[in-house]
């Protein structure tokens, strides 16, 4: 697979690096020649230019390659670069960096960016992910925010334990895709039996996310309680006093 990374920062070269060690072939893309040969990245090609510039991305031959990653430190940069692969150059997949949380929002395929990686928000996600049971987090923003992947650990008081997965109603675009059970992943099939202490990944719409969480929360384990025929006012009917008929005696 032919990948090109803008920006050869750290979080750039982190990249490269790994996708090297597997095997795909990187051109990294960076303003500075200082960075040329940095050590670990042996083995990738290099292109000192502009990358918002079509010609740069002219030279890099930005058509041939399968995805363009865009990791600068700088959220214009990463915004406009995503744009052109996609419109000018039809790449078929493209990845950019969020730096600041705040433009989130913009990271959409409106801007030619199909995956946003946001940093920040993952972090706190995995922070959530680690301290809160019982509730729902989610993990990562899919298919520009169509969809997400979101997890719950069912803590040990939950209705949902010892219910099988087949027996539980879930949420139309809402699926069970993992449980991490014992540090082990298991593929849920419809007789899995839910434990405590399970932790529960889904892929749902961003709409499902509600759904999934009213289901899961322990409200939804509360049946409304059917109003009495005492409370109504209503007697028993074995205790109902006969109605007068309008005959005497």
């Known amino acids: 697979m032919k990948v090109v990374i803008v920006g050869a920062g750290s979080v750039g070269s982190s990249i490269a690096r790994e996708l090297l060690a597997h095997k795909h072939e990187i051109l990294l893309i960076d303003l500075k020649p200082e960075v040329i040969g940095r050590s670990g990245l042996r083995g990738a090609h290099w292109l000192v230019g502009d990358a918002c510039e079509l010609s740069t991305l002219q030279g890099a031959k930005v058509e041939d390659a399968d995805v363009v990653v865009s990791a600068t430190g700088d959220d214009k940069v990463n915004l406009v670069v995503s744009l052109l692969a996609k419109t000018e150059f039809g790449v078929g997949r493209t990845v950019g960096r ?118 899961l929360s322990p409200e939804s384990a509360e049946e409304p309680e059917e109003a009495s025929p005492e409370r109504e006012g209503v007697q028993p009917a074995e205790t109902q006093a006969p109605e007068d008929d309008g005959f005497g005696g």
Do not use: C, Y
């Open 98 to 215: 969020v730096n600041n949380p705040k433009n989130d929002w913009m990271f959409n395929d409106s801007w030619g960016v199909d995956v946003a990686v946001n940093t920040p928000q993952l972090m706190t996600a995995l922070v959530e992910e680690a301290v809160e049971i019982g509730d729902l987090v989610r993990l990562l923003t899919l298919q520009t925010g169509v969809a997400s992947l979101v997890e719950f650990t069912v803590p040990h008081d939950s209705h949902v334990i010892g219910l099988t997965v087949g027996d539980i109603q879930w949420p139309e675009d809402a699926t069970l895709v993992a449980i991490l059970r014992d540090h082990a992943p298991i593929t849920p099939s419809r007789d899995d039996v839910i434990d405590g202490g399970d932790e529960l990944f889904f892929v749902t719409t961003i709409a499902a996310e509600d759904q999934l969480r009213a289901l």
